[in-house]
């Protein structure tokens, strides 16, 4: 499918994720140049820590698939109540990473470009977490129209992902102007990759995702997170964007 994005940033997105690998959990946990002070470090972990709330009263059981795996962050929470979780990531070196933090034998990872990945069954429940941000608005009803085809009815479905705060990034990032959807992104050492980056318009994300027979409500923490919850074909279970 074509997009406004330029194909050669995909390609660079999946670099830079897999050489940022053993680098990710910095971001999550506030270390390193994402470390932004006391006051900064302490909202981003109260906000967290919401949103860790939200995902854990799902209890996501069955069979479940996970879309960008990464490190084991949602990984970890699923493996507590789901019988069974096929983790996807594009790159190698995540999943990896994701088989150390979260040692147990109910996960089954596959290497796949979401881009081009098509479910081959339906799941008991799907979760997403910091992708959608990845898509740009052109792939969005591709995307969602993927994911209604992977999850059965009633199945339930997260996501999460960032709102627009520059302190939600490294002290050396700059996020993308208005209505762009391409940022660059360094590693540790300082190289540099450009990626895909698209806020979207919340209202936006969530009529799109009605239409994919995926009703969501969407959250948002007070400074850096939105999260939507809802079931396929279902009402949603929160009271919407606040």
Known sequence: M?????PTVFDEMIAYYRARAT???????????????????????????????A???IAFTGHVLELAAGTGTWTRRL??????????????????????????????RVVADLFEWSPDRTYDGVVFGFWISHVPTDR??????TISRAVR?????FFVDGLKEPSSTAADHVLPGESEEVMTRKLN???????????????????????????????????YFYYGIGARGQS???????
């Open 189 to 223: 050492d300082g190289r540099a990759y450009r990626i895909v980056k698209s806020f979207h318009d919340l209202n936006l994300l969530s009529d799109l995702c009605h239409r994919a027979g995926l009703p969501v409500a969407v959250q948002t923490t007070p400074t």
């Open 236 to 242: 949603p279970l929160l009271s919407g964007i606040n």
């Open 23 to 53: 680098e990710y959990d910095e971001w999550w946990d506030r270390r390193g140049r994402y470390d932004r002070g006391q006051e900064l470090n302490d909202r981003w972990l109260r906000e967290r820590a919401q949103v860790y709330s």
């Open 79 to 108: 493996a507590r109540t789901a019988t069974e979780i096929t983790a996807i990531d594009a790159s190698p070196e995540m999943l990896e990473v994701n088989r150390t933090n979260v040692a147990t034998n109910n996960v089954r």
């Open 2 to 6: 074509s997009s406004s994005v330029a």
């Open 153 to 157: 009815p009633g199945g339930p479905i």
């Open 140 to 145: 969005l009803p591709r995307f969602l129209d």
């Open 55 to 57: 995902f854990d009263a």
